[in-house]
């Protein structure tokens, strides 16, 4: 991914884990088939497995629609990470996939940008999506 970071999607961690037809993942899909939300107990333990892999421990990451509540957030704060930036994206119905990504890209430039203080070009060469 650009500049370094670990994406880590809850929508993608939760879609995986149906395909693959884990318990965790046949859970989830009882509540997404019926369009509500999967319970908080689920969707940690997902993003707690994955942010205890090798690749997350070893790099900052970017957590995509994660925290979405308070005991989300206190799982994050029980394995002793603490977010320093959070991104809050309020794109209409009409935004492009496009449009969304350059948000997202332009707020990752600003932070790391303020983080390194130099030019991110040269730190980031060779890095891509």
Sequence with gaps: ??????????????????????????????????????PDKIVVLMVKERLLKPDAQQN??????????????????????????????????NATKEDIFDEIDNALSTLLKRKLGTDLASKTAGLAY
């Design 1 to 38: 991914m650009k500049y370094g970071l670990v994406h880590i999607s809850a929508r993608d961690l939760l879609r995986a884990e149906v395909e693959a037809g884990t318990e965790n993942g046949k859970r989830a899909k009882e509540h997404m088939e019926k369009g509500i939300w999967v």
């Design 60 to 93: 900052c990451c970017l957590l995509d629609g994660y925290p979405r509540s308070f005991s989300q957030g206190k799982v994050l704060e029980d394995l002793g990470i603490r977010p320093d930036n959070f991104i809050l994206l309020d794109a209409d119905g």
